[in-house]
Every structure is written in structure tokens, then in C-alpha cells.
T-cell receptor, first 114, second 113 residues
Framework: KAGVTQTPRYLIKTRGQQVTLSCSPI?????VSWYQQTPGQGLQFLFE???????NKGNFPGRFSGRQFSNSRSEMNVSTLELGDSALYLC?????????????FGPGTRLTVL | SQQGEEDPQALSIQEGENATMNCSYK?????LQWYRQNSGRGLVHLIL?????REKHSGRLRVTLDTSKKSSSLLITASRAADTASYFC?????????????FGQGTRLTINP
């Protein structure tokens, strides 16, 4: 099976712009989670989608949003970008979303905000 | 605040030696997982240990879990240069039936040839 894919891999934006990141989970996986990784804050949970519904959300401002499509692909959107949004954004998928399920991570999208 | 905290933050050893990393967490867990991340890349799942398990092996990896001390350790035996990476422990928080993985800050492991 193909792994989790994320596009684009690298992105450069300027402050105030918005950005959309895409994640394609492993075939058959219905749960997609998003994480932000920065040197200062480490890996932080953004949100999780399961069967097109957001069922868990981390402590991020409303500028961060996401959605999941019927084919389980997910997008994450960040509006009004700030310098502090520069980070590696990781997407992870799981089969059912139960605690016993392993999360498989994609390679990440490196976002740089200038 | 982070649920999991790794110790040490950085570790440098010679190839062939064993590497031990520790993780402490704060709340009750269902399971604890260890991940590896090569520089700036995605995370690779290494091993999951359930709360009712005390030890688990996978190849050169050995993970222990002590729920009474809320701690876990990852041992990599006979280290290789390719083991150079950051290692993270992650614990699950169940919020309204949904799982959220909470990661520690990680241990940066360097294997010197």
C-alpha cells in the first residue's frame, strides 16, 4: 500500500496570505490527524477528522481549519498567516481511529512564512 | 504543557553501543508509542506498548513501561549510524471518545562511527 502523502512538500508564503495543505491517507484509513511541529513548541496536535467529521481539536486559533472529503483525503487551511506559523505540518492516518490503531505519518509540508 | 517528556534531550554514543532514552508522562494512558524522525522528515512508528504490558521487543528495540512511575524507556541495542535521528514518545489522551496523541520534546540521538 502507498503511504500517507502530503502536498506540497515545501511552501513559501508571506504574512497575511492563506495556505491550503493536502493529505492523502493510506487506502482504507478513515481517520486523519494534523500536527504542527516547530523547534520551540515541538509536535502539537491540530485536529482529527474521521468520516468527514472533525471530532477532536487542539488549542489553535480559528485561523487553522480543516476538512475531510468522502474519500478520506483531508485539507488543512491557515488564513491570515503569521510568522509564527512557519513550521513542519504533519498529517497522520489511522484505520479506525481507536486508541489501539497506529498512526502513520506523511513526510510533512514545510511552510515558511516571510 | 507536554504530556510526555524525554530524557536526555540529546545523546551521542559510538556505533555499536546501546542507547537508552526515557520518557515520563503525567496522566493515565491506554498506550504509549515511540516514533523516530529523521531530520526534518515525517515520523516513523517504532513500537506501541499497551498500559497492561511491561516490556515489548521489536528487533533491536526494547521498550519498557512502568505505569506506577508513569515512565517508559526505549533501548536500542548495537546502535548503527542509521539510527541517528530524533526519538519521540507519544501518549494518547482520549477526549470525548477521540484520541489525541501528545508528544514529548524528543531525544536527539547521534551515533558516531
Amino acid at each position: 500500500k502507498a503511504g500517507v502523502t502530503q502536498t506540497p512538500r515545501y511552501l513559501i508564503k508571506t504574512r497575511g496570505q492563506q495556505v491550503t495543505l493536502s493529505c492523502s491517507p493510506i487506502s482504507g484509513h478513515r481517520s486523519v490527524s494534523w500536527y504542527q511541529q516547530t523547534p520551540g513548541q515541538g509536535l502539537q496536535f491540530l485536529f482529527e477528522y474521521f468520516s468527514e467529521t472533525q471530532r477532536n481539536k487542539g488549542n489553535f486559533p480559528g485561523r487553522f481549519s480543516g476538512r475531510q472529503f468522502s474519500n478520506s483525503r483531508s485539507e488543512m487551511n491557515v488564513s491570515t498567516l503569521e510568522l509564527g506559523d512557519s513550521a513542519l505540518y504533519l498529517c497522520a492516518s489511522r484505520y479506525t481511529g481507536t486508541p489501539e490503531d497506529t498512526q502513520y505519518f506523511g513526510p510533512g509540508t514545510r511552510l515558511t512564512v516571510l | 504543557s507536554q504530556q510526555g517528556e524525554e530524557d536526555p534531550q540529546a545523546l551521542s554514543i559510538q556505533e555499536g553501543e546501546n542507547a537508552t532514552m526515557n520518557c515520563s508522562y503525567k496522566t493515565s494512558i491506554n498506550n504509549l508509542q515511540w516514533y523516530r524522525q529523521n531530520s526534518g522528515r515525517g515520523l516513523v512508528h517504532l513500537i506501541l506498548i499497551r498500559s497492561n504490558e511491561r516490556e515489548k521487543h521489536s528487533g533491536r528495540l526494547r521498550v519498557t513501561l512502568d505505569t506506577s512511575k508513569k515512565s517508559s524507556s526505549l533501548l536500542i541495542t548495537a546502535s548503527r549510524a542509521a539510527d541517528t535521528a530524533s526519538y519521540f514518545c507519544a501518549t494518547d489522551l482520549i477526549i470525548q471518545g477521540a484520541q489525541k496523541l501528545v508528544f514529548g520534546q524528543g531525544t536527539r540521538l547521534t551515533i558516531n562511527p
